[in-house]
């Protein structure tokens, strides 16, 4: 199992960062055809939170439908 970072999930959410993103994609993609497990922290999905309010503006309610 391997723990997601807040980094590659704000790259994969918000696709901001061409190559990152990319590997990013890479790396969900595989763990979607592998159907392997990842950890993803409390706090991880506060920091992802509070980037996409704080750095790209994102209403309360658009972060909701991004993380749902």
Do not use: P
């Not at 391997?2 to 918000?14: C, Q």
């Not at 590997?23 to 509070?50: G, H, N, P, Y």
């Amino acid at each position: 199992m391997i723990a997601i970072d807040t980094n590659v999930l704000i790259r994969y959410l918000v696709q901001d960062h061409l190559q990152q993103a990319k590997k990013a994609a890479q790396l969900i993609e595989q763990l979607e055809t592998t159907r392997s497990l990842a950890f993803l922290s409390d706090i991880v999905l506060c920091e992802v939170v509070w980037v996409l309010q704080s750095c790209y503006q994102e209403s309360r309610e658009r972060i909701a439908e991004i993380l749902e």
